[in-house]
């Protein structure tokens, strides 16, 4: 798990649920069950939320040097989720604390989207609009469909050009945790 020099915002708890593994207590509000090192910046967590959705958690580890860059990220993730471009479910800038969580793909949603120079529509426009007002374009997106009406939906953003999206859940969690 996530050590807490390097996340300090990141305790050890037991779940209250007995069919549940051991969880991470995260910022005090989700619980981290699995994670992944993506890279030397960035660990993935399988996490449930208070309400026990299942979202996926970027946590970053950064320099002091690069925290303004990071609140740039924030700022164009807020904006996108408040027009509903972006399937954020939170992001956090503070000393210590830089992550995104990022809800799931439901069941109405499509697979990551790979060719995205055949894109168009309302959604699309208003997308490449944002990214390009933050100097951010397609080439570090997850973009997926909703399969009933076809509207696109941004579901990973590299937190700096020339950082790829993260993809993906951890691993495969055993049903019982789903419940």
């Known amino acids: 798990m996530i050590s807490k020099s390097s996340a300090p915002a990141v305790a050890s708890a037991s779940s209250s ?3 549940t593994a051991t969880a991470q207590i995260i910022d005090g509000k989700y619980r981290g069950y699995a994670e992944h090192a ?5 660990t993935l967590l399988d996490a449930k939320t208070p309400t026990g ?3 996926t958690i970027t946590w970053y580890r ?3 040097a690069q925290e303004d860059a990071f609140e740039r990220y924030r700022i164009l993730l807020k ?5 509903k471009l ?4 939170d992001v956090v800038s503070r ?10 793909p439901d069941s109405t949603t499509s697979h990551a989207i790979g060719n995205i120079d055949k894109l168009s529509g309302t959604r699309y426009e208003a997308l490449t609009d944002m990214l390009a007002a933050h100097q951010r374009d397609l080439q570090d997106v997850l973009l997926r469909r909703n399969k009933d009406t076809g509207a696109l939906t941004l579901y990973g953003l590299g937190w700096q050009a020339g950082y790829a999206a993260e993809t993906g859940q951890v691993r495969r969690l055993p049903w019982w945790y789903h419940t």
């Open 17 to 19: 649920d007995a069919s």
């Open 38 to 42: 993506y890279d030397d910046v960035r």
């Open 53 to 55: 959705e299942w979202v």
């Open 62 to 64: 950064l320099p002091l």
């Open 79 to 83: 904006g996108l989720k408040r027009k």
């Open 86 to 89: 972006a399937a954020v479910y």
């Open 95 to 104: 000393p210590g604390a830089h992550y995104v969580v990022w809800a799931r």
